[in-house]
């Protein structure tokens, strides 16, 4: 019995020994480079008040376009991102056929919305701010993002990739989609994660 | 905020209209009687656009942002129409061109990917037969109709659009209210004009634009030649014919709206 015990102890420290040799780690590599937008590793998220007792989250599933950042100058980096608005989705079609058609995102008339970036200012090598151009609902406006630096590296199939968070709240008023002001927030909160491939 | 919206839908619109009304009731000369009436329409719905959609920007950025200009030409054209009277042929002539280019103007934001030219046609020819059908002979069956594409809009399309429907409907059941026990509102042809430029473009904007469902949206346009029959049936018996066209537009009207709404709930949120 001692000796089961014993095996099973011995067996045990060394699967930690293991957990802890493959511990997820974040890669410190430097992020310079032109990156394509992974999709598969990609999302635009959000979240919106509801009758003000809740606050519901939806998200974009298709995101493509670009970023290019040079770790010397922050300020010649830049960030071109799409998002077909047809692929959101918050867990219910109902919903989602409310949300595409006209009386919020208008999805037949305004079937993009589009990111291009003006500035990036670093405050330190993995915080800073994100400023650019959202075109959302046929409304461009400028918007700051909080932009938040994950990690980059080489992935396992011999290629380099860099992540970001990027974290901005806006006002469905400033770009025109005013119904429902009383049941639906006004204000909206968005996440955008983006996974890039180095090219 | 259901009452919110029943404010916004049926309160202000129809108490706007009234008012508008009642001017009219002041008025002596008998030939701007028909003008006020569709400025009480007109004024009614933009009192609801005002409080649910609540976007003037020009050039519109969405398709029901051309209401508001579609709104003020019909009633600038034919208010001159029922001032001066124009021949048949110049009132229809100009009843298909309004009535294409209101399509055109609705169907724009589809252009960018390529010419929706059998909407584009199917559109005209159904706002144009609209028009053409109900042109003089306001009464119950446009008040059906404009009701029942609020229900159809609201529970298959969008909860806007109903509303926005609603609100024509609540203008001119202000209306039949005002000039009761008479069932004809004296809309005149500017009247015609904006409520059928009201009706026509959401439907077309639910259709383009809200996948609104289509077989309740043809029933209710199978109402519409309900004036026609009651008027046949009625033999000139003014009451007894609005009676049948009320009768015989609440048929399909119901048929609509049941399927709509029974549509509506198996999708329960």
Known sequence: MNKAIATLAAALALQSGIVLADAYQVQNSSPAGTYKIDPTHSMVQFWVGHMGVSEFPGRFDAVSGSFTVDAAHHEADKVSVKVPIDSLDTNFDKRNKDLLGPDFFNAKQFPTMTFTSTGVKMKNANEGTLTGNLTLHGVT?????????????????????SGYVAKTTIRR????????????SDTIEVQLNIEGKRQ | MLLSMARETILWPSAAALAAMMLGFLLRDARFKPIVSALATGAGFLVGYTLIYGNFAFPPIEAQGWLPALLAVNFLVFSFDDLAGFSRKIRIALQGALSISGSALILLPLFKTGFPALQLAAASLLWFGLWIVLDGRNGPVLFLVAAGNAIVSATTGSTMLGQLGGVLAAVLGGHLAFNFPKSHIPLGHAGTAVAVTILASLMLIGHAYAETALIPSLLLLCAVPADFLGKHLGRNRKNLEMLICGALALIPVAIASAIAIRSYLAQEY
């Open chain 1, 173 to 184: 008023s400033d770009f025109g989609m005013n119904y429902m002001l009383n049941g639906i």
């Open chain 1, 141 to 161: 406006r400028p918007v700051t993002f909080s932009l938040r630096h994950v990690g980059a590296g080489p992935d396992p199939w011999g290629g380099y990739r």
